[in-house]
């Protein structure tokens, strides 16, 4: 979220301890004052009002996301199929398949939880990259899965864009009237007789 009030990436860096993240600047064509939506990938900003195909693009990542999982699963088994006729032995083969397991099983509870909540700690979130480059089947998993229920990400970023507004609302409701009238009222002195 950034406020047109405050510098860009106010928010941003407040979340992620103070390193803030570069982030466009540029304007959806939209020009009113206040917090503006963040746009999420492959949706942009047709979450919030649920308009501009957003039925359709989650449709179009489901079938988006488990068509790119079911194609990993065939190179990983392509590559299985390698180990195999380079007589590796079954212990490797084990090894293999148990690793890519345990790193999906990850890299699912991390990209689903990643949906909830922003990291608390973006350092081990980049150290875990590794981890979840290799267990992609199942971040992928978890975003088929998530698209069923709303837009990946969506939940946060609307709790997110409302809390914005409403500090936006409170802010603007208190600076209404006009404030040279309130300045005139205390800086003038009784008349002396």
């Known amino acids: 979220m950034s406020d047109n009030s405050e510098a ?17 600047t ?40 488990l068509a790119t999982t079911v194609a990993a699963c065939f190179v990983l088994r392509f590559a299985y199929q390698g180990l195999e006729i380079a007589d ?3 212990t490797v083969g084990m090894l293999v398949i148990v690793m890519f397991a345990i790193c999906s099983a990850i890299a699912f509870r991390k990209t689903w939880e990643g949906f909830g909540r922003r990291p608390a700690d973006p350092a081990r979130e980049a150290s875990l990259r ?13 975003y088929f899965l998530r698209t069923f229920m709303e837009a990946p990400g969506e939940r946060l970023r609307r709790a997110e864009y409302e809390e914005a507004l409403a ?6 409701s208190t600076r209404t009237g006009n404030p040279a009238a309130r300045k005139g009222a205390k800086g003038k002195r009784p008349k002396r007789k």
């Not at 860009?8 to 466009?24: I, K």
């Not at 939506?37 to 079938?63: K, N, Q, S």
């Not at 267990?135 to 998993?141: A, D, E, N, Q, T």
């Open 167 to 172: 500090r936006y609302a409170k802010r603007r």
């Open 130 to 142: 590794g981890l979840k480059t290799i267990g992609f089947i199942g971040s992928l998993l978890a």
């Open 8 to 24: 860009p990436g106010a928010d941003a860096a407040a979340r992620c301890g103070g390193a803030e993240q570069p982030r466009s």
């Open 88 to 90: 590796v032995g079954n």
């Open 26 to 65: 540029v304007s959806t064509g939209s020009t009113a004052p206040g917090p503006q939506p963040e746009p999420l990938p492959f949706f942009g900003t047709t979450w919030v009002e649920h308009d501009g195909g957003y039925g359709l693009r989650r449709a179009v990542a489901a079938v988006g996301s």
